[in-house]
């Protein structure tokens, strides 16, 4: 159907969104590799010349590097884990005949609209404080000593709030995912006297799986580069710092931009591990 | 569903999913409380439920102290300039995607979304010397260009999904009828395409107005956004807690509005069609 002039009008309406996205993409990502092999530091000579793989190499030899990548990790999989079980959960849940069932689904999901900064406040302040934040308040009626959350417990307090913030994600998704599910085929397991347990494990499951995917890879890749939760919290102390956070430390922080730059090299390779992942399903999807 | 269920069975199930909805909204909930509190009544232990003097007095005061409205305007510009402007440039791109599918479209799709996937940390740097070099650094407009960059694949991939949707059939009949291609899009396309760009400049608007990397690290005083402005309360002076629940309350209850009208195209978006 497409003629040859619609097709370089259709090429010329493509070209700006495409032309910005590749200068986006390329002349950074340029940047920072120059940067990376370069001595480079912007407070104390500037740019002192060629490095080869010295950067790459001392950033990882640092001693905040294996910290980082663990504290990472324990981070996005622990938000996983909790973000997929419970939304499961909770979607199953929401999909049951109530009563106000939009004013439930309205107040799950409020938490994803809170911005970073604001959640991140208030649950430091108002909730994780050691003398006049909720939970103190809590600890106390119980009779035990407050706990100085972010501090003593750093990593299981920002999982705390960085799950609450993405459980309505995973939450409206799979509950999305639950109700394009036949419902005749429940019935008639219903009817053949499968148990409840045997339903969600051999139907409702199996029918999540891609959706589950789908939530595991795109909040990998947000996960990943988290930072105003921690920038306002912790500030990337008591073994909170992340990749990311250490990374932007080096870059701004201490003005090393050459080593600022490898470690920048790296989560970019980490995040493409994921995305290629991501894009597979994608681009399957696209083609039925 | 068309299964029957015991109205007791129904009754259990709306007070387990209303036990639960209000433990997560449960955050939200006490900051709005405490912004209606006196600082001594913030942090009373016990804390107080809904039995204390209800009082506008923060509101009142975080605006005069720090000139909130210069903030909220800063957001406003920000999340809806880079928004309009992306959607802008979108348009076009995803509807050539749409109508006059080539071999590389998918490719091209893929592509754009993987720039969405570039961890911003790791072109921090280059980006800040380019905005020194601009003299974008701390100015609205720089943010505009960024937040719009960023969101560019998801308002493309939005629409594209939304305009895939619209009959190929029409277009031929306008065609047929002799309508140029500007005609076509105005009068044929656009009419029909307006419900999926509406929730494209929603979802973004959204997103834009809470992204928390770029404005932290591109702002200083004069364009700082609110995502900024609530940031500056992390080293406070003296009682806060009533204040900061204040100038929370205000920077998200414009976005808890829009988002209780975004529910579906926030799938559609986030999964960039994935899960419909």
């Known amino acids: ?3 040859k002039a619609s097709r370089s009008a259709a090429r010329v309406m493509m070209a700006p969104a495409v032309i910005l996205l590749l200068g986006w993409m390329l002349v950074p990502l340029t940047m920072t590799l120059w940067f990376s092999f370069r001595k480079y530091l912007p407070l104390r000579g500037g740019d002192l010349g060629w490095a080869g793989f010295d950067n790459y190499t001392r950033f990882v030899t640092s001693s905040a590097f294996w910290p980082s990548i663990q504290a990472t990790l324990i981070i996005v999989g622990a938000v996983l884990l909790i973000t997929v079980c419970l939304g499961v959960v909770l979607a199953m849940l929401l999909d049951q ?6 004013v439930v689904r309205i107040l799950v999901i409020a938490p994803f609209f809170v911005m970073p900064t604001v959640s991140a406040l208030v649950w430091k302040n108002i909730f994780m404080d050691p003398t006049n934040g909720l939970f103190a308040h809590l600890w106390k009626f119980f009779g035990a000593d407050p706990v100085s959350w972010l501090s003593q417990a750093s990593l299981p307090s920002i999982i705390l709030i960085v799950s609450w913030q993405w459980l309505p994600f995973a939450t409206l998704i799979l509950l999305t995912a639950i109700q394009s599910l036949d419902s005749e085929q429940l019935e008639a397991a219903e009817m053949d006297g499968a148990p409840h347990l045997k339903r ?27 930072f105003a939760e921690i920038f306002v919290t912790t500030g990337g102390a008591f073994g909170s710092k992340t990749l990311t956070y250490l990374i932007f430390q080096r870059v701004l922080e201490s003005q090393n931009v050459g080593l600022g730059s490898a470690g920048g090299v790296y989560a970019i390779i980490l995040a493409n591990i994921v995305a290629i992942f991501l894009m597979r399903i994608v681009g399957k999807n696209l083609d039925a | 569903m068309a299964r029957s269920v015991t109205s007791q069975r129904k009754a259990i199930n709306t ?5 639960v909805g209000l433990l997560i909204f449960f955050p939200i909930l006490w900051t709005i409380l405490t912004s209606f509190k006196t600082e001594a009544q913030a942090i009373n232990d016990p804390p107080l439920f809904l039995f204390f003097d209800w009082t506008l007095e923060n509101y009142t005061v975080v605006q005069e102290r720090s000139n909130y409205m210069r903030f909220l305007w800063n957001s406003v510009f920000i999340a809806g300039g880079s928004t309009i402007l992306g959607v802008m440039i979108a348009i076009p791109a995803a509807w050539s995607m749409a109508f006059v599918p080539s071999k590389r479209t998918k490719d091209i799709l893929l592509w754009m979304l993987s720039t969405k996937m570039l961890p911003a940390v790791g072109v921090l740097y280059p980006i800040y010397l380019i905005f020194i070099q601009f003299g974008l650094l701390d100015s609205r407009l720089g943010l505009v260009i960024v937040l719009m960059l ?17 009959p190929g059939e029409i277009l031929e009949a306008a065609r047929m009828d002799g309508a140029t291609l500007r005609e076509e899009i105005l009068y044929v396309l656009t009419p029909m395409a307006i419900p ?7 979802l973004n608007f959204i997103l834009a107005w809470n992204e928390a990397f770029w404005t932290l690290n591109l702002t200083a005083a004069k364009a700082a956004p609110l995502t900024a402005f609530i940031a500056s309360y992390s080293s406070p002076e003296g009682l806060f807690y009533a204040k900061l629940s204040a100038a929370s309350t205000m920077a998200i209850a414009p976005i808890l509005v829009l988002g209780w009208f975004s529910q579906k195209q926030l799938v559609r978006g986030l999964t960039f069609g994935a899960v419909k």
């Open chain 2, 196 to 202: 999926g760009i509406a929730s494209t400049l929603l």
């Open chain 2, 150 to 166: 960023i969101n560019l694949p998801i308002i493309v991939w939005m629409l594209y999904t939304y305009f895939r949707e619209i």
């Open chain 1, 200 to 226: 969600f494990w051999f139907i409702i499951l199996p029918h999540l799986a891609r959706a589950i995917t789908i939530v595991v890879l795109i909040q990998t890749i947000f996960l990943l580069s988290i």
């Open chain 1, 97 to 102: 005949p109530m009563w106000g069932q939009g």
């Open chain 2, 15 to 19: 007070a387990v999913a209303w036990a």
């Open chain 1, 1 to 3: 159907m497409a003629t």
